[in-house]
């Protein structure tokens, strides 16, 4: 079978498969979006093991199934309506494989995508060296304004960490995207990681390039959210 063919029968078997496409639009109407649903398409990537497809369960459906998930073979994608600032936006997931062999079938995805969560693992170096070409791929494939968050993942496994937090903070640093760590196993951060990037891209809509408007703050409202958790969050 070929690999196109191996997508497509992987993606009918999904349990969460979109069955039809978003076609609600926004539009402007004196700064507030006039349409009940937003559709952004968000896509989870980074090498396989991250824990991508967890972290996806994890959002959609508030629970983490262990040792119930083999490596994801091509793409398959779930959507999610969240109410963000009392408008109703859709996003629209994608989970990808973060084997070699499919790399160049995620490339194509990327050129649609409003948002990217790019994740390691804070138990495996390897990773977390490998995100710089991760990086690399999204800046060559993906559009230029397209939010990028970097995601930590696995932080409740800490006695087998061997990335300090600080390490992940100085790389988003030095890429200027927003970080925290996640646990796809307690659901630590996860939703505050999906809710950010639904903030950002629906004040996008509503403001766009406007030089009078003001601009939401990714970092600042991840951080005061930090502030509300205490001590207990794994930012």
Known sequence: MGTVALIDAHIDSCTHVLTHVCTHKYTHTRGLLSCCVCCWQTILVGDSGVGKTSLLVQFDQGKFIPGSFS??????????????????????????????????VTHAYYRDA??????????????????????????????????????????????ERVIRRDEGEKLAREYSVPFMETSAKTGVNVDLAFIAVAKELKHRAVHGQQPNEPTFQIHEYIESQKEKSGCCSYF
């Open 71 to 104: 490596a994801t073979v091509g793409i398959c994608f779930t959507n999610k309506v969240v109410t963000v600032d009392n408008v109703k936006v859709k996003l629209q997931m994608w989970d990808t494989a973060g084997q070699e062999r499919f790399r160049s």
């Open 114 to 159: 409003h948002a990217l969560l790019l994740l390691y693992d804070i138990t495996s170096k390897s990773s977390f060296d490998n995100i710089r070409a991760w990086l690399t791929e999204i800046h060559e494939y993906a559009q230029r304004d397209v939010v990028i968050m970097l995601l930590g993942n696995k932080a409740d496994m800490a006695s």
